[in-house]
């Protein structure tokens, strides 16, 4: 039965804050929707927070043609959401999510032919992925739309390169399926896993051992150098590194008030080529493991070629070498957001916590995918053109939108 629209609305706003705390979405990537007539839906903005979002803000669709009423911009893929409706007609609330174990499994374009019993009630005997076409198209809306048709009795999909689209009757039973799905794709991965290694038990560090001895016969590094964290004020940034700050004269590369660590040389090169006012390293085991390989790290994931970049360079840092680490850094940061250093983990950048997050999430993500489906040796990259659009709208048009919020 269908919502109230005051219902609806509330419900969508709640719905995508518990998608951002649960961290099933990064930022306002994904998108939610309730319907409230046999013709019409609401749905999320496009290019909003999720944790300031009103109801006021909840645009209202219709499922016929995706029109909408006022002035405020739906989500650019309410296509998808409408598809749901009208395939469904007892279906009343919808999420696409971009949750990190579904996502990794959509990469390999297989579909979940037979799901596990304890999932079964809640997900179905299968799960089927949705070919790829580019995030906000109408090529995505048909693929997503011939998915659903080929497959009335699933209520997950996932879409590949992309996410997954759940599908309830009711808010209760959407994050249900998402939450069943996510705990299924989880167990896929590390079935799979155990597969190809033939071990018996799982352990997270095993499996990226098992990833690197596939790729170069190597093995996570006993230690890491810690890079620092920095934050640009005007013409100074402040460094952390190994719990002691310093402040650092962005001319001169001096400290103010203590001797900068060597690695204050990088965040140096790239505030003065790029622009940012935030650097983090990050060094989950994940990215540690991808770094190792020292080699670029191409997109498999939409959100990571539209937030990070085409492609991800990876660089030395060599203690005795720092001034031309430090440059050669900085060049393979150019129109990116992210750079992995051999061994270290990663450097990203940005302008704002919301951008450091999502960055963190991303290429967290990404780097698990990079191993996961390694281990399924079946990678698929996203087409470099799509990467190279999704980049382009994403900086002209996206993050300048939800920086004004």
């Excluded at 911009?73 to 609330?93: C, L, M, N, Q």
């Excluded at 167990?187 to 018996?200: A, F, M, P, Q």
């Excluded at 964290?229 to 190994?242: A, D, E, K, Y």
């Amino acid at each position: 039965m269908a919502y109230e629209i005051e219902e609806a609305k509330r419900l969508v706003v709640e719905a995508g804050k518990k998608l951002v705390e649960t961290g099933l979405i990064a930022r306002t990537w994904g998108n939610v929707s309730a319907r409230i007539s046999d013709t019409q839906f609401v749905i999320t903005p496009s290019g909003r927070a999720y944790e300031d979002l009103t109801p006021d803000e909840i645009v209202t669709v219709n499922i016929d043609d995706c029109s909408y009423e006022g002035e405020i911009k739906p989500s650019s893929e309410k296509g998808v959401h409408a598809a749901a409706y009208r395939h469904h007609p007892t279906v009343d609330f919808v999420i696409h999510t971009h949750q990190k174990a579904a996502t990794i499994v959509s990469i390999t374009g297989m579909e979940i032919r037979n799901v596990y019993s304890e999932f079964r009630d809640v997900l179905g005997d299968k799960v089927p992925t949705a070919d790829y076409a580019m995030s906000t198209t109408n090529a995505l809306r048909k693929k997503v739309e011939m998915c659903i048709m080929m497959n009335p009795g699933c209520r997950a999909i996932m879409l590949m390169h992309h996410g997954a689209l759940c599908m309830g009757d009711t808010y209760e039973q959407s994050f249900e399926i998402a939450e069943a799905l996510e705990k299924c794709c989880e167990k896929v991965i590390k079935d799979n896993y155990l597969r190809h290694s033939w071990t018996k038990t799982y352990s997270d560090e095993e499996r990226r051992n098992f990833f690197l001895k596939k790729k170069y016969a190597g093995s996570m590094p006993e230690e890491i150098c810690d890079l620092g964290s920095s934050v640009r004020n005007g013409n100074i940034f402040t460094i952390n590194v190994g719990g002691e700050s310093v402040d650092v004269d962005i001319d001169s590369g001096l400290g103010i008030n203590g001797i900068a660590a060597k690695c204050a040389k990088i965040h140096r090169e790239i505030y003065l080529a790029h622009g940012c006012t935030m650097i983090k390293q990050i060094t989950s085991p994940d990215v540690i493991a991808v770094s190792c390989l020292g080699e670029s790290m191409l997109p498999m994931i939409d959100d990571f070629a539209q937030i990070v970049g085409l492609d991800v360079k990876c660089c030395p840092w060599i203690d005795g070498d720092t001034d031309d680490c430090a440059a050669e850094i900085c060049k393979a940061a150019s129109a990116r957001n992210a750079v992995l250093i051999q061994g270290n983990g990663a450097l990203i950048f940005g302008n704002n916590d919301g951008d450091m997050q999502a960055l963190e999430i991303i290429m967290d993500k990404g780097c698990a995918a990079a191993i996961d489906v390694e281990i399924f040796n079946r990678p698929h990259y996203v087409p470099k053109v799509e990467c190279f659009l999704m980049r382009t709208v994403y900086l002209a048009k996206y993050s300048k939108q939800i920086d004004k919020k």
